[in-house]
């Protein structure tokens, strides 16, 4: 697998609306979708890569946060490998309802810590 760059950063805050006007109004990030308890935001490189702030009693964020993704070409082919070098997997392949065609799998590294692996459209 080659990865190409990070593509993804997920915090979670008890005041996750602060949290993203902060990052809109002190790092000039544009907000691009927001729904109760959740708020993505566009990193500036101009791709498909984002900032999401999730509320800290939303279904779906059981992990620790901050998390990282890492962009892949091919994220089935990513996950096969992860399973090949005996690397733990969280979950399975996940399609985000946002962005068509944006895909991750997520990964527990030696460090105990998890992070992910994303397919995003170019």
Same mark, same amino acid.
């Given at each position: 697998?080659?990865?190409?760059?990070?593509?993804?950063?997920?915090?979670?805050?008890? #005041?996750?609306?602060?949290? %993203? &006007?902060?990052?809109?109004?002190?790092? *000039?990030?544009? @907000? !691009?979708? =927001?729904?109760?308890?959740?708020?993505?935001?566009?990193?500036?490189?101009?791709?498909?890569?984002?900032?999401?702030?999730?509320?800290?009693?939303?279904?779906?964020?059981?992990?620790?946060?901050?998390?990282?993704?890492?962009?892949? #070409?091919?994220?089935?082919? %990513? &996950?096969?490998?992860?399973?090949?070098? *005996?690397?733990? @997997? !969280?979950? =399975?392949?996940?399609?985000?309802?946002?962005?068509?065609?944006?895909?991750?799998?997520?990964?527990?590294?030696?460090?105990?810590?998890?992070?992910?692996?994303?397919?995003?459209?170019?």
């Amino acid at each position: 697998m080659r990865v190409k760059r990070l593509g993804w950063l997920g915090t979670q805050a008890e #005041d996750a609306s602060g949290v %993203a &006007r902060f990052f809109q109004d002190v790092l *000039g990030l544009d @907000l !691009v979708h =927001e729904q109760e308890g959740f708020f993505m935001l566009q990193l500036p490189s101009g791709r498909h890569d984002y900032l999401e702030v999730f509320g800290t009693g939303e279904p779906g964020t059981p992990m620790p946060c901050p998390r990282v993704c890492f962009v892949v #070409d091919d994220v089935e082919q %990513a &996950r096969a490998e992860l399973v090949e070098a *005996g690397t733990e @997997l !969280v979950g =399975e392949i996940v399609e985000a309802p946002q962005v068509s065609g944006y895909r991750w799998q997520n990964f527990r590294a030696p460090d105990g810590h998890v992070y992910g692996v994303v397919e995003v459209p170019e």
